[in-house]
């Protein structure tokens, strides 16, 4: 099946400096990839997300890239803020019809915004 | 509107009982998806509905995991014989179309096995 792989598991950044955190994945099918931030004790909240057929997407503060060749996918976050402190997943599924686009999920990255 | 929600949020059960977990997806979301997620880690897929049929258990851990959906809204993750191990956070969470598109998730019950 389906393997992601995230990094860095923790990264420290000061107030207004980019923060990048990077997936791949193994199934080249896989060709659906949200990004999800989780505060502490609550609920994965999508911030983002990209599909095969679009090597970029951009929404104000926050950019993915998609490589579908390396197949890996990266989270860009510039000017960060305090706010912007929690942890990130990234997920990869396919559509397959009938079978629904379970998720795969990544490890995880603690991002800290500190002041 | 009304997100996904999940009740109860926190539960307590000894080893050996029967839990239940109960999940209210968005209205009119065809899909809906239980997660497991350990402390520290990201979530695990369990099983699929798509309205009341589940097309996809490959994720449940062993035959003591049972889940259901019986009229295409609401569903109930159930635990049986509950151990140690199952201890984490379960997630649900719902989606409007079948292939590719988003889900939004439930606040998560954390159930803890003493």
């Known amino acids: 099946g389906e393997n992601v792989e995230q990094h860095p598991s923790t990264l420290s950044v000061q107030e207004g400096d980019s923060a990048v955190i990077k997936c791949t994945y193994s199934d080249s099918a896989s060709n659906y990839f949200p990004w999800y931030k989780q505060e502490l004790g609550k609920r994965p909240q999508l911030i983002i997300d990209?599909?095969?057929?679009?090597g970029e997407k951009k929404d104000q503060r926050i950019a993915v890239t998609l490589n579908k060749t390396a197949k890996h996918f990266s989270l860009h976050i510039t000017e960060t803020q305090p706010e912007d402190s929690a942890v990130y997943f990234c997920?990869?599924?396919?559509?397959?019809?009938?079978?629904?686009?379970?998720?795969?999920f990544g490890t995880g990255t603690q991002l800290k915004v500190e002041l | 509107g009304a997100g996904v929600s999940q009740s109860p949020r926190y539960k307590v059960a000894k080893r050996g009982q029967d839990v239940a977990l109960r999940c209210d997806p968005i209205?009119?979301?065809?899909?809906l998806f239980w997660y497991q997620q350990a402390l520290g880690q990201g979530p695990e897929f369990l099983t699929y509905f798509q309205n009341e049929a589940q097309l996809d258990k490959s994720g449940l851990p062993s035959d003591r995991f049972f889940a259901e959906r019986p009229e295409g809204s609401v569903s109930t993750l159930k635990i049986q014989r509950t151990q140690q191990e199952d201890s984490a956070v379960y997630l649900c969470?719902?989606?409007?179309?079948?292939?590719?598109?988003?889900?939004?998730f439930g606040p998560g019950t954390r159930l803890t096995v003493l």
């Open positions: 997920a990869a599924s396919k559509g397959v019809t009938g079978g629904g686009n379970k998720l795969t």
């Open positions: 990209i599909r095969s057929n679009v």
């Open positions: 209205s009119g979301h065809v899909s």
């Open positions: 969470a719902s989606s409007l179309v079948t292939i590719t598109d988003t889900q939004y």
